[in-house]
């Protein structure tokens, strides 16, 4: 369909039948022998609503591993972007935001199967670091789906845990969760700001026991008595000073948040606070306190003593 780019293979792909189509294996033949494989496979719709998604995406949103094998086995673009008005966040007018790229819609999915495939196969391997057109990675869209329902928290927790210890393994030099979006957040500072009760507690208190990952971990057991033990908590991004804008500010100051009073109850944030009011909060509201009543009542004397002419 010219309007739209939408070829027959995306057609057959909607069109599965107990997860199959045996059209599929026949066209890709045709465009083998007349060799336009990878222009016919990396076709993208055209049309506003799903401008971008190729037979790849339609091969994980139907979760056809066997078919997601042979689209990357054929030269498929790991790295296509859907950006139509259907995959932008519900906000802003779309239905289901999902971070544009095949792998962030595997793990939005909940296909960890799919998510491995397409970060260890031999022959075209996503980028675990790369970034939509929003700057979010998939670490990100996870974020962006997650609805603080126990289901969705559990899924997405772990799908998190797994990008990001893969991620460590793949490319020790860069730490995925620090990667910033366009907005320059982090996928915790958005976490913080979207209300993410869920996955925000989740990051801030992750263990991992992974000991090629341990260095991962944001919550480490100091010592431990019986039942009794201490922990330390990594605050980095959590509290921070000089321009760079910390967690502990977005919770703070940003009155959109509903439940911003239940995430600053969360350890290791509520103690944070309460360690900053005993140390120089309560003496610097104090001081203010004073400072203003003794404004306030020279004002009024100087107001009711003054000459009346």
Not at 116 to 134: F, W
Not at 270 to 287: C, H, P, Q, T
Request: aromatic share 10%; with cysteine.
């Amino acid at each position: 369909e010219p309007s739209t780019g939408k070829t027959c293979l995306p057609k057959a792909l909607l069109n599965l039948s107990g997860g199959k189509n045996d059209t599929i294996p026949v066209l890709l033949d045709i465009a083998e022998k007349t060799g336009n494989m990878r222009e016919f496979i990396n076709s993208p719709f055209r049309d506003v609503y799903y401008r971008g998604q190729t037979a790849l995406h339609i091969a994980i949103e139907r979760r056809c591993k066997h078919y997601v094998e042979l689209l990357v086995e054929k030269g498929a673009d790991v790295h296509a972007q859907a950006r139509g008005r259907f995959f932008q966040p519900k906000d802003e007018g779309g239905y289901f935001y999902f971070g544009e790229l095949p792998l962030s819609l595997a793990a939005c999915t909940n296909q960890p199967h799919i998510v491995h495939y397409l970060t260890e196969n031999g022959h075209k391997q996503a980028d675990l670091r790369r970034q939509d057109s929003r700057g979010n990675t998939v670490l990100h869209a996870l974020v962006a789906i997650a609805d603080n329902t126990r289901e969705n928290t559990k899924f997405v927790t772990k799908m998190y845990d797994l990008l990001l210890v893969k991620c460590a393994k793949l490319f020790p030099d860069t730490n995925l969760e620090a990667l910033l979006n366009n907005d320059g957040l982090s996928p915790l500072m958005m976490a913080a700001k979207t209300g993410k009760i869920g996955i925000f507690q989740h990051i801030i208190r992750r263990e991992i026991t992974d000991e090629d990952a341990r260095h991962l971990s944001r919550k480490f057991k100091d010592w431990a008595y019986g039942p009794v033990y201490s922990s330390l908590y990594d605050l980095s991004s959590l509290d921070t000073c000089g321009e760079e804008v910390s967690v502990l500010e977005i919770l703070v100051y940003n009155s959109k948040i509903e439940n911003r009073h239940e995430m600053l109850a969360v350890e290791p944030i509520n103690e944070l606070l309460r360690d900053k009011w005993r140390k120089f909060g309560a003496v610097s509201f104090y001081i203010s306190v004073v400072s203003y009543l003794s404004a306030m009542i020279i004002f009024t004397l100087v107001a009711y003593y003054r000459p009346m002419e």
